[in-house]
């Protein structure tokens, strides 16, 4: 390189300390997946109270909702209040282990002789508005190390 150089490099103490803390914290994510997962567990609830879809289609309304009233898939409340969340260091699974959940997010034949099909009435998934919350609770928790200031 002919003329004028300038060479930047990583000696300051505080800088490198905080690369090295963002380092561990991209190795092990336990903490922002336990952090997604809540945000997903309190979105997939609120599609349950408005009866829609992550994407915000509206449920086709159950026969129980249409003729005695209420809200779709709310009945009793077990479906939406059994989501939970496990997060490990670079995932979180979220779900439900009761075992009728998967034929109302999918939909297909169900009861007696498998002569009733259920529509689909996805509930699991990721709305508009929480990804935006997701992004913004990842940049957050990479931030934290650079937020400190200098000693």
Same mark, same amino acid.
């Given at each position: 390189?002919?003329? =004028? ?11 490198? *300390? ?6 561990? *914290? ?12 809540? =945000?997903?567990?309190?979105?997939? /609830?609120?599609?349950?109270? +408005? ?31 059994? =989501? ?6 670079? /995932? ?9 959940? +998967?034929?109302? /997010? ?5 009861? *007696? ?12 998934? =990721? ?11 990842? /940049? ?12």
């Amino acid at each position: 390189m002919t003329g =004028i150089v300038m060479t930047i490099g990583i000696n300051d103490a505080f800088v490198r *300390r905080a690369l090295l803390k963002a380092k561990e *914290r991209a190795h092990d994510l336990t903490a922002l997946m336990d952090e997604i997962g809540g =945000i997903v567990v309190a979105d997939v /609830q609120h599609n349950f109270e +408005g009866g829609t879809a992550p994407d915000g289609t509206p449920w086709k309304p159950s026969k129980r909702a249409s003729g005695k009233g209420g809200k779709t898939l709310l009945d009793s409340t077990r479906l939406m209040t059994s =989501i939970t969340h496990d997060p490990s260091s670079d /995932q979180v699974a979220i779900g439900t282990n009761l075992i009728y959940a +998967g034929i109302h /997010q999918a939909g297909g034949k169900t009861g *007696r002789n498998h002569s009733v099909t259920m529509p689909a009435r996805p509930y699991l998934g =990721i709305s508009p508005g929480a990804e935006t919350e997701i992004l913004y609770a990842a /940049q957050v928790y990479m931030a934290e190390p650079f937020d400190g200031g200098r000693p």
